[in-house]
């Protein structure tokens, strides 16, 4: 950011030298918050460019500059084919202006995030650059230089940085690491009054982050020449910028993959554990205690209390009515193989996730640390594809025919109204809340039973009768389900039914 005085102050007496006799031919902006201005003396070129961003601004003066020939746009039109005078440094402020001829002048306010230029015609301003900041309209050239008591009495009475407000903190620093605060005030005085003089003809010392006055440690390059810092400068700086500017990009997609990832591995753990709290599965128990008991159990009991032998205690068992004994234990043994199946699911995924969360810490360390530009762009350090929209659907494969299968009744509304044909076949639990599911049509083709029953036992299991040994599921082409206006999400109306009794299957753990 080039907002410190001194240095304002270097650059105003460099520029008086280079440009005055120049004539100002092209005054023009190809960015926002760009001004671009072109100046000519017989053959010779100076080229400003002013960058003036809220959080940082730049001045630059390139050897020579190629204008688009689109996407650009005059400014400042009032200035062209006027003659530079001569440079003024206003005292004690962080401004200079291009004195031009007929009593005009180009100022470059650099005030940190209140940075601006300002033309004036006598001491009128007529235009700005940024134009919301109509307060500068007000500035009275007059009054832009301060008055500073830079006097032995006034150092007396005043404390350092109300004295010189203006020394660079980097001065500051340095004095008070030296033991400033512990010295007679002669030697006070004495320091301060070299380091002023020192910063009238100062050396710069640079890198992508600053232009300072002392040397710091592993600054690139030092320079008298105050055109030849901001350049140096700006390029460093720019540089880092966009390197900054293209880790973020390339961390973006992998630090957002990285907390799905963890988010995933946590609920998957969470169930995994909660599965595994139980020594042996409570679904196996029932039904070995059931079978112990069958003689107790009568069909259509939707309970039963029975002795527990695994902890000697009573326990109630819930059954379904429409079931025999022997069925309701033939469902809880399944429900306990299908247990101990999720279990294996779950460990090879969390070993799955873990891997890939590892491979993700890695790239983000090498992008964190890469420094060159060209490696980091040329870098196949990303492999994460962009996140695509989640389909509103299951999808399965039976027999060479796509099947479909709602999540949840917003997704049922989508793809019943949205996303199917006339001759789907459309299949749902009967009497139960369930997904809507389809079986895509394929032109000259019947849909064969097997393919009908299994898309059958998929409905099944989605729906609230996943539990029963045999569930009854509907099916019908869609163009006899229609939905009624008002109807909540999800609901349909069927006009035309078969129904097919399937045992419910998860397709998930059951190969289909």
């Given at each position: 950011?080039?907002?410190?005085?001194?240095?304002?102050?270097?650059?105003?007496?460099?520029?008086?030298?280079?440009?005055?006799?120049?004539t100002?031919?092209?005054?023009?902006?190809?960015?926002?918050?760009?001004?671009?201005?072109?100046?000519?003396?017989g053959?010779?070129?100076?080229?400003?460019?002013?960058?003036?961003?809220?959080?940082?601004?730049?001045?630059?003066?390139?050897?020579?500059?190629?204008?688009?020939?689109?996407n650009?746009?005059?400014?400042?039109?009032?200035?062209?084919?006027?003659?530079?005078?001569?440079?003024?440094?206003?005292?004690?402020?962080?401004?200079?202006?291009?004195?031009?001829?007929?009593?005009?002048?180009l100022?470059?306010?650099?005030?940190?995030?209140?940075?601006?230029?300002?033309?004036?015609?006598?001491?009128?301003?007529?235009?700005?650059?940024?134009?919301?900041?109509?307060e500068?309209?007000?500035?009275?050239?007059?009054?832009?230089?301060?008055?500073?008591?830079?006097?032995?009495?006034?150092?007396?009475?005043?404390?350092?940085?109300?004295?010189?407000?203006?020394?660079?903190?980097?001065?500051?620093?340095?004095l008070v690491?030296?033991?400033?605060?512990?010295?007679?005030?002669?030697?006070?005085?004495?320091?301060?009054?070299?380091?002023i003089?020192?910063?009238?003809?100062?050396?710069f010392?640079?890198d992508?982050?600053?232009?300072?006055?002392?040397?710091?440690?592993?600054f690139?390059?030092?320079?008298?020449?105050?055109?030849?810092?901001?350049?140096?400068?700006?390029?460093?700086?720019?540089?880092?910028?966009?390197?900054?500017?293209?880790r973020?990009?390339?961390?973006?997609?992998?630090?957002?993959?990285?907390k799905?990832?963890?988010?995933?591995l946590?609920?998957?753990?969470e169930?995994?554990?909660?599965?595994?709290?139980?020594?042996?599965?409570k679904?196996?128990?029932?039904?070995?205690?059931?079978?112990?008991?069958?003689?107790?159990?009568?069909?259509?009991?939707?309970?039963?209390?029975l002795f527990?032998?695994?902890?000697?205690?009573?326990?109630?068992?819930?059954?379904?009515p429409k079931?025999?004994?022997q069925?309701?234990?033939?469902?809880?043994?399944?429900?306990?193989?299908?247990?101990?199946k999720?279990?294996?699911?779950?460990?090879?995924?969390?070993?799955?996730?873990?891997?890939?969360?590892e491979?993700?810490?890695?790239q983000?360390?090498?992008?964190?640390?890469?420094?060159?530009?060209?490696?980091?762009?040329?870098?196949?350090?990303?492999?994460?594809?962009?996140?695509?929209?989640?389909?509103?659907?299951?999808?399965?494969?039976?027999?060479g025919?796509?099947?479909w299968?709602?999540?949840?009744?917003?997704?049922?509304?989508?793809?019943?109204?949205?996303?199917?044909?006339?001759?789907d076949?459309?299949?749902?639990?009967?009497?139960?809340?369930?997904?809507?599911?389809?079986?895509?049509?394929?032109?000259?083709?019947?849909?064969?039973?097997?393919?009908?029953?299994?898309a059958?036992?998929i409905?099944?299991?989605?729906?609230?009768?996943?539990?029963?040994k045999?569930?009854?599921?509907?099916?019908?082409?869609?163009?006899?389900?229609?939905?009624?206006?008002?109807?909540?999400?999800?609901?349909?109306?069927?006009?035309?039914?078969?129904?097919?009794?399937?045992?419910?299957?998860?397709?998930n753990?059951?190969?289909?």
């Open positions: 950011m080039i907002n410190n005085y001194f240095y304002i102050k270097s650059l105003s007496q460099k520029l008086d030298e280079a440009i005055s006799g120049y100002i031919k092209q005054c023009f902006s190809q960015e926002k918050d760009e001004l671009i201005i072109g100046l000519l003396k053959e010779k070129e100076f080229w400003i460019k002013a960058i003036l961003k809220p959080r940082y601004n730049y001045l630059t003066f390139p050897l020579n500059f190629n204008r688009s020939k689109r650009n746009i005059n400014l400042f039109l009032n200035l062209i084919d006027i003659k530079v005078i001569g440079v003024e440094h206003y005292h004690y402020e962080r401004a200079f202006s291009l004195n031009l001829e007929g009593q005009k002048k100022l470059f306010k650099l005030f940190g995030s209140q940075s601006n230029i300002l033309f004036f015609n006598s001491e009128k301003v007529e235009e700005i650059f940024h134009k919301k900041r109509k500068d309209y007000l500035i009275s050239i007059k009054e832009l230089p301060k008055k500073l008591d830079l006097s032995l009495d006034a150092f007396k009475k005043k404390p350092l940085l109300e004295f010189c407000p203006l020394l660079p903190k980097e001065i500051v620093n340095q690491k030296e033991g400033y605060d512990k010295w007679e005030e002669e030697r006070k005085w004495e320091a301060i009054k070299k380091k003089a020192e910063l009238d003809s100062p050396t010392y640079i992508s982050k600053k232009i300072s006055p002392i040397p710091f440690e592993n690139d390059l030092k320079t008298q020449d105050p055109i030849q810092a901001v350049n140096e400068y700006y390029l460093k700086s720019v540089k880092l910028q966009t390197l900054q500017e293209e973020k990009k390339r961390l973006a997609p992998l630090k957002k993959e990285l799905r990832t963890e988010n995933y946590k609920k998957v753990k169930k995994l554990e909660e599965l595994n709290s139980e020594a042996e599965s679904f196996e128990k029932w039904a070995n205690i059931i079978m112990a008991n069958l003689h107790q159990i009568k069909k259509g009991d939707k309970e039963v209390e527990d032998f695994y902890s000697n205690n009573q326990l109630i068992i819930k059954l379904n079931l025999s004994p069925d309701n234990a033939s469902v809880y043994y399944r429900k306990s193989k299908n247990r101990r999720e279990i294996e699911v779950l460990e090879k995924n969390i070993e799955s996730k873990n891997k890939k969360l491979e993700i810490k890695v983000i360390v090498q992008i964190e640390k890469e420094i060159d530009l060209k490696k980091l762009r040329k870098s196949n350090l990303i492999n994460i594809k962009p996140q695509q929209k989640a389909k509103p659907y299951f999808e399965f494969t039976i027999g025919f796509q099947i299968a709602g999540k949840n009744a917003k997704s049922n509304e989508e793809l019943t109204q949205k996303m199917s044909y006339k001759e076949l459309w299949l749902h639990a009967r009497d139960a809340k369930g997904s809507h599911v389809l079986i895509k049509h394929k032109a000259g083709k019947t849909y064969p039973t097997e393919v009908i029953e299994k059958a036992s409905a099944a299991w989605n729906s609230e009768r996943r539990g029963e045999l569930c009854p599921v509907i099916f019908t082409p869609k163009k006899f389900v229609r939905k009624r206006k008002g109807d909540p999400i999800g609901m349909v109306v069927v006009d035309k039914e078969e129904v097919i009794m399937v045992e419910p299957v998860d397709p753990i059951k190969k289909l």
